[in-house]
């Protein structure tokens, strides 16, 4: 069987097909950005918005669930009080958010 004539059918691809064929992907990766990590990060301002004016008082949850009133914020440490005399420390990026904050999932 000879090739060579299958071979002279073949022809480079030029740049409209290169184009054409990079359009779709890059066009699903902007509706991903948009509808996923543009929320994500507004999402991720808020709490650090939140976590940075914490004051005695707020009612807040950790990332592990745990909820609990602010007794104290020292610096990267916030003392929470979780039962009668009960406190905990935790580092100020365990705060997910404040307790009656809405879920944003659902």
């Given at each position: 069987?000879?090739?060579?004539?299958?071979?002279?059918?073949?022809?480079?691809?030029?740049?409209?097909?290169?184009?054409?064929?990079?359009?779709?992907?890059?066009?699903?990766?902007?509706?991903?950005?948009?509808?996923?990590?543009?929320?994500?990060?507004?999402?991720?301002?808020?709490?650090?918005?939140?976590?940075?004016?914490?004051?005695?008082?707020?009612?807040v949850v950790t990332n592990g669930g745990i909820f609990g009133e602010v007794v104290r914020a020292e610096g990267p440490v916030v003392?929470?009080?979780?039962?009668?005399?009960?406190?905990?420390?935790?580092?100020?990026?365990?705060?997910?958010?404040?307790?009656?904050?809405?879920?944003?999932?659902?």
């Open positions: 069987m000879n090739i060579a004539p299958l071979i002279a059918q073949v022809q480079p691809a030029g740049l409209a097909d290169i184009v054409s064929a990079l359009a779709l992907p890059a066009l699903v990766f902007l509706v991903f950005y948009v509808v996923w990590f543009l929320p994500l990060r507004k999402r991720q301002k808020q709490v650090e918005q939140v976590v940075a004016n914490l004051q005695r008082g707020d009612r003392v929470l009080k979780i039962a009668d005399n009960v406190k905990i420390r935790v580092r100020r990026v365990a705060i997910a958010g404040l307790e009656d904050e809405p879920d944003q999932k659902g």
